[in-house]
């Protein structure tokens, strides 16, 4: 996943604003989701992420993109 957030807001708040919109918005199209998360705990606590310095975000989502063709060469690639 790619986000692209403003200069002022903290990673830690975007992370937050992504778990808990999501988590909200799966347990409220999906109310079965509740028996198996009856906290509303949907995501784990902790986070990861990475930034990708001065490349733009079309740069970073071809990347992205082009990851499936890399891993299917990848795996044709056999170790003697």
């Known amino acids: ?8 807001m903290s990673v830690s708040r975007a992370f937050n604003l992504l778990k808990g919109g999501s988590a909200y918005e799966l347990f409220r199209k999906e109310p079965k989701f509740r028996l198996r998360y009856p906290r509303g705990h949907l995501w784990s606590p902790g986070k990861f992420y990475r930034t990708v310095s001065d490349v733009n ?3 970073a989502i071809n990347y992205v993109r ?6 299917a060469s990848l795996d044709k690639f056999v170790l003697t």
């Open 57 to 59: 975000v079309d740069t």
């Open 1 to 8: 996943m790619i986000g692209d957030i403003p200069p002022v």
């Open 66 to 71: 082009n990851q499936a063709m890399a891993q």
